[in-house]
């Protein structure tokens, strides 16, 4: 009887402690153990290619009104983040400026779209924008001025470059200044990143 009795109490504990091993407490999120998240620019598209043309406001239109209009170039970013924390991250938003060759930039993205990255998993979230060959003028004639003239460009041979060289991804295009904001349980984390795909 005495052995059935330490033999029950051991399968009893051995019992105890399997359950007990099966049972994981979650892990919750604090300053010391918020890892920030691993952020990594996969592939840059253009979705869409029209050409490289530019017409004024004194160009009559086949049909519509006239204005000075250029060439849209549309362009789709897939970004990777890598959670390697123990509890789910919420990715709230980012924001970057993409640049041609480098240092023209030609527009800032902004997303707002929230995406949860589960504990230890990889999700990819994708930013779209769009330039014109007018906006980049625009933004060129105002912060690209003393950069062209620099490398002995006018703002419609950078413009023609561009058109022309990033739908063939023959010249390289930054995103940098990003910012990228993750959430757990009310901390945050901003994270900067800036790379150059070739």
Same mark, same amino acid.
């Given at each position: 009887?005495?052995?059935?009795?330490?033999?029950?109490?051991?399968?009893?504990?051995?019992?105890?402690?399997?359950?007990?091993?099966?049972?994981?407490?979650?892990?919750?999120?604090?300053?010391?153990?918020?890892?920030?998240?691993?952020?990594? !620019? *996969?592939?840059? =598209?253009?979705?869409?290619?029209?050409?490289?043309?530019?017409?004024?406001?004194?160009?009559?239109?086949?049909?519509?009104?006239?204005?000075?209009?250029?060439?849209?170039?549309?362009?789709?970013?897939?970004?990777?983040? *890598?959670?390697?924390?123990?509890?789910?991250?919420?990715? =709230?938003?980012?924001?970057?400026?993409?640049?041609?060759?480098? =240092?023209?930039?030609?527009?800032?993205?902004?997303? /707002?779209?929230?995406?949860?990255?589960?504990?230890?998993?990889?999700? /990819?979230?994708?930013?779209?924008?769009?330039?014109?060959?007018?906006?980049?003028?625009?933004?060129?004639?105002? #912060?690209?001025?003393?950069?062209?003239?620099?490398?002995?460009?006018?703002?419609?041979?950078? !413009? =023609?470059?561009?058109?022309?060289?990033?739908?063939?991804?023959?010249?390289?295009?930054?995103?940098?200044?990003?910012?990228?904001?993750?959430?757990?349980?009310?901390?945050?984390?901003?994270?900067?990143? *800036? #790379?150059?795909?070739?």
């Amino acid at each position: 009887m005495k052995k059935k009795l330490v033999l029950m109490t051991v399968l009893l504990f051995g019992l105890g402690v399997v359950l007990t091993s099966c049972v994981t407490i979650p892990v919750k999120p604090s300053a010391a153990n918020f890892k920030a998240p691993v952020i990594t !620019l *996969e592939s840059f =598209e253009i979705p869409q290619y029209d050409g490289y043309w530019y017409y004024g406001s004194k160009t009559k239109p086949t049909k519509g009104k006239a204005g000075n209009h250029g060439a849209p170039l549309p362009m789709n970013f897939v970004f990777s983040i *890598e959670n390697p924390n123990p509890y789910p991250v919420l990715l =709230e938003g980012m924001k970057f400026t993409v640049a041609f060759d480098k =240092e023209f930039d030609l527009v800032t993205v902004s997303n /707002q779209d929230a995406s949860w990255i589960p504990a230890g998993k990889t999700n /990819q979230v994708r930013a779209s924008t769009l330039i014109t060959v007018r906006s980049g003028l625009l933004s060129l004639l105002v #912060t690209g001025g003393y950069k062209l003239k620099a490398r002995g460009w006018s703002p419609w041979k950078a !413009l =023609e470059r561009w058109w022309t060289g990033v739908p063939d991804y023959t010249l390289p295009v930054t995103v940098h200044e990003g910012a990228f904001v993750f959430k757990a349980d009310g901390l945050v984390k901003v994270l900067p990143f *800036e #790379t150059t795909f070739k």
